[in-house]
């Protein structure tokens, strides 16, 4: 039975050697472990809209070509990827934490509740979590990686299927709201966005408890 909290590898990422993406993930296979995901989300940051975690099985030695961090792809690679991902993966699961949940428990915590709903989504329980940056309370042995989704295939699978959910979101809540431009910045404090809080006030959609949200007075 293996032992349940983190691993550690002897090779820290750093360098100019760095292994390939499928590096942690050949590690945890030849230590026994079988059914091992990748977690990341998106949205910690905007004004508005849920965070969304991706959770991803990839399947034993099967390379997906062209899976990368979601933020150095583009949205056309992105979408294309995420349709790979779903066909090829041996599992995958999203979690969705809402605005209002985010302004009541926190973004930190919200991030952690996505991730858990996210496992609760896959069909099988994994034996082991490769996770970009946290930790999570779960009897399930896991490998927290700064920069995870540059460094792990499973984690940055993950991080594209977490975006294009996102993204498809957030261009549903642009038809509900389509003052704020939601399709364009997906919820993040950009100059424009910002002048459509100034001029129309928040919409449910908005963070209420970030910064720029509301004013003093509201």
Do not use: W
């Given at each position: 039975?293996?032992?349940?909290?983190?691993?550690?590898?002897?090779?820290?990422?750093?360098?100019?050697?760095?292994?390939?993406?499928?590096?942690?993930?050949?590690?945890?296979?030849?230590?026994?472990?079988?059914?091992?995901?990748?977690?990341?989300?998106?949205?910690?940051?905007?004004?508005?809209?849920?965070?969304?975690?991706?959770?991803?099985?990839?399947?034993?030695?099967?390379?997906?070509?062209?899976?990368?961090?979601?933020?150095?792809?583009?949205?056309?690679?992105?979408?294309?990827?995420?349709?790979?991902?779903?066909?090829?993966?041996?599992?995958?699961?999203?979690?969705?934490?809402?605005?209002?949940?985010?302004?009541?428990?926190?973004?930190?915590?919200?991030?952690?509740?996505?991730?858990?709903?996210?496992?609760?989504?896959?069909?099988?329980?994994?034996?082991?979590?490769?996770?970009?940056?946290?930790?999570?309370?779960?009897?399930?042995?896991?490998?927290?990686?700064?920069?995870?989704?540059?460094?792990?295939?499973?984690?940055?699978?993950?991080?594209?299927?977490?975006?294009?959910?996102?993204?498809?979101?957030?261009?549903?809540?642009?038809?509900?709201?389509?003052?704020?431009?939601?399709?364009?910045?997906?919820?993040?404090?950009?100059?424009?966005?910002?002048?459509?809080?100034?001029?129309?006030?928040?919409?449910?959609?908005?963070?209420?408890?970030?910064?720029?949200?509301?004013?003093?007075d509201g």
């Amino acid at each position: 039975m293996k032992k349940h909290g983190q691993v550690s590898f002897t090779f820290d990422g750093e360098g100019a050697s760095a292994p390939s993406l499928y590096f942690f993930e050949g590690e945890l296979r030849s230590r026994g472990y079988l059914l091992i995901a990748g977690l990341d989300e998106v949205g910690r940051g905007p004004l508005a809209g849920p965070v969304v975690a991706g959770c991803v099985m990839l399947p034993p030695g099967h390379e997906i070509p062209g899976v990368n961090d979601s933020k150095k792809l583009s949205e056309a690679k992105r979408d294309r990827l995420c349709k790979v991902i779903c066909r090829e993966a041996q599992d995958y699961g999203v979690g969705i934490v809402e605005a209002d949940e985010i302004d009541r428990i926190n973004i930190l915590e919200a991030t952690k509740k996505a991730m858990l709903l996210a496992i609760e989504d896959l069909r099988y329980k994994p034996d082991h979590l490769l996770i970009d940056a946290l930790t999570l309370n779960l009897n399930i042995a896991q490998t927290p990686l700064i920069k995870g989704d540059s460094r792990s295939a499973s984690i940055a699978a993950a991080s594209i299927l977490a975006k294009v959910t996102r993204d498809r979101i957030m261009v549903g809540l642009s038809h509900r709201y389509p003052e704020y431009g939601f399709e364009r910045h997906k919820g993040y404090g950009c100059e424009s966005h910002m002048e459509a809080i100034r001029r129309h006030g928040p919409c449910p959609a908005h963070r209420r408890s970030f910064r720029g949200v509301v004013n003093k007075d509201g």
